[in-house]
């Protein structure tokens, strides 16, 4: 199994651009999240799934946007960066125990920079 | 709505000593509570997890955590700590329809 997957590692955006970080797993979970880590800071939730074509906004969802059209994938999209974007983006995803969300996997996480 | 907070932002302890870092939430039901640990330029792993059940839980690396409803907390100790225990420590809750919040994480720094 390769997990959860991110691509691209590393992005420069100039403002104004827009992107598409894209987040894969292979362990058939139902849940699946996006999150921000700006330094020093601890994660905040953008968006999250609890299955295909179910998506719900997190703590920060402005300014991206995302899609559950299979259980594999999970893509975040940006619209016009801004610098406040700039942040490393950690998708990641988990199955159910007990009729709730058990463990996160995390993907490696993309740095992207807006300049 | 749900919240996490971990009020040490820096613990540093020698190698050998204890730890105890500190988790406290805010939800109105049952919380599912984790702490994971990241190492520098990594993701996030689970060290351990409370969903129900005994409310000392036992994690990987010798890592343990107690749930106390009364307090809201849910804090993380280690009798002995090594050296490559040094990272950074988020505690999170989730609740029932899958929403997740971590703290701002606790950064331990491991004298020799």
């Known amino acids: 199994n390769a997990g959860v997957t991110q691509t691209p590692k590393f992005r420069i955006l100039k403002i104004g651009q827009s992107m598409t970080l894209q987040c894969a797993q292979d362990?058939?979970?139902?849940?699946m999240y996006w999150y921000r880590q700006d330094p020093g800071m601890g994660l905040k939730l953008i968006y999250y799934s609890v299955g295909a074509g179910i998506t719900d906004k997190g703590e920060v969802p402005n300014g991206y946007n995302v899609s559950r059209s299979t259980t594999e994938d999970f893509p975040l999209r940006l619209e016009l960066a801004a610098p406040s974007q700039t942040s490393v983006y950690f998708c990641?995803?988990?199955?159910?125990?007990?009729?709730?969300?058990?463990?996160?996997?995390f993907g490696p996480g993309t740095r992207l920079t807006v300049l | 709505a749900q919240s996490v907070t971990q009020p040490d932002i820096h613990i540093t302890v020698s190698e050998g000593a204890s730890l105890e870092l500190r988790c406290n939430y805010s939800?109105?039901?049952?919380?599912?509570l984790f702490w994971y640990v990241q190492s520098p330029g990594q993701g996030l792993q689970l060290l351990l997890k409370y969903f129900s059940g005994d409310t000392l839980v036992q994690g990987i690396k010798g890592f343990e955590a107690e749930f106390k409803r009364s307090q809201s907390s849910f804090n993380l100790r280690k009798p002995s700590v090594h050296w490559s225990d040094a990272a950074e420590y988020f505690c999170?809750?989730?609740?029932?329809?899958?929403?997740?919040?971590f703290g701002d994480g606790t950064t331990l720094t491991v004298k020799p």
């Open positions: 362990m058939n979970h139902n849940y």
């Open positions: 999170a809750v989730v609740n029932n329809a899958g929403k997740s919040t």
């Open positions: 990641a995803s988990s199955s159910a125990s007990e009729g709730a969300p058990d463990t996160q996997y």
């Open positions: 939800y109105g039901a049952t919380p599912y």
